[in-house]
């Protein structure tokens, strides 16, 4: 067995679920989820030196799949504006359901930016200089996305003003 094929094994093990749900939380959907991972080990893996360090390995996958995830995003403009036209959300009567689905669409309504620096920050529990570095941009830049997000947010998710301080 070849050390990448020991390697991918290694990351696939210990870390899948985990690269499955950064994947989810980026892009909201499991079936876009496992399309981006599966994306993410192929440009990984499809170089001709891999390291056989999981730990580093996972943070090019993770890497690979958030810069997959925004420039995806940003192609995907107009198929975003016509998709309603197209496809018609399935209804859930249960109210977990219906939470999931309304949190679901107030982060869809959300810039690649934005939405990544909330994943960033509140799924990986990032801070903003990270997140800063993740995304190539200034410290400012970072907090601009998560303070407008919030306010989106928190105007279509109805949050009571003193569970915001």
Wanted: glycine share 8%.
């Amino acid at each position: 067995m070849a050390d990448w094929e020991r390697a991918f094994e290694e990351l696939l093990a210990g870390r899948g679920g985990a690269l499955r749900g950064y994947a989810y939380l980026l892009t909201g959907e499991s079936a876009a989820a496992a399309d981006l991972v599966q994306d993410a080990l192929l440009k990984v893996f499809g170089r001709m030196r891999v390291s056989s360090d999981v730990v580093q390995l996972e943070g090019y996958v993770r890497r690979a799949m958030l810069n997959q995830f925004l420039d995806g995003r940003r192609r995907a403009g107009l198929w975003r504006a016509k998709r309603h036209l197209l496809v018609h959300p399935a209804e859930h009567h249960d109210e977990d359901r219906l939470l999931t689905d309304v949190v679901r669409q107030a982060l869809g309504t959300l810039s690649p930016k934005q939405r990544a620096c909330v994943v960033l920050r509140y799924y990986e529990d990032l801070t903003v200089p990270d997140i800063a570095e993740q995304l190539g941009c200034a410290q400012g830049t970072v907090k601009r996305h998560l303070a407008d997000a919030h306010a989106k947010l928190a105007t279509q998710l109805a949050v009571p003003e003193e569970t915001m301080k």
